[in-house]
């Protein structure tokens, strides 16, 4: 396993292809359902190399790389995982149905967001291959893909504010999966 520091991949030229086929990566699909905010899109990317998410999908009016502010808030992790814009998130999503990934007959859509027919994330049980949308900074996920999910899923807030910034949200809920898969297969 390569382990880069954020100076090195601040750095880094172009990986090599051959590298990054050898990188271990979990069926986890982060699809970005018009996220407007340029550097969201940029600590997606990170959040997805954390995570080792297979894939990217930024949709809609989703800025794409080498935007400088994803470049920047990315520390360059676009060059290091999977992406691929697509028009529409409903695309995205057939597309991952239509062609599931590898024993991923059963993938699971979970969209982040406030909705009557969400679950609190305690209560979130799912397994791989997952498809996790987060929508637009202040509309959320759109209501046709809230319409097709599987899962809705959000998180309780406590204070003032009503909710949390998208990758925060994102990065809550892909460390919540990893860490009942890893329950599961110990």
Known sequence: MIRL???????T??????????????PIFIICDNVL????????????????????FLCGETEIPPNPKIKKASINTWKWVEWEYVSTTM??????????????????VIAVEQHKNSIPISKLKV??????????????????????????????????????????????VLYKIIEQ???SSS
């Open 5 to 11: 520091k954020a100076s090195e991949l601040r750095t």
């Open 127 to 172: 397994g791989f291959p997952v498809a996790v949308v987060i929508g637009n900074e202040t509309y959320g996920v759109s209501k046709e893909v809230l319409n097709i999910a599987d899962i809705i899923v959000e998180l309780p807030m406590f204070g003032v504010n009503t909710s949390l910034n998208v990758m925060v949200s994102c990065g809550i």
């Open 181 to 183: 898969l890893k329950r």
């Open 91 to 108: 695309d995205a999503i057939s597309k991952l149905k239509n062609h599931p990934p590898a024993g991923g007959s059963n993938l699971k």
């Open 37 to 56: 905010d340029t550097y969201n899109v940029g600590a997606i990317f990170r959040l997805a190399d954390a995570v080792a998410a297979e894939k990217v």
């Open 13 to 26: 030229q172009d990986p090599d292809p051959e590298v990054i086929k050898k990188i271990h990566r979990n």
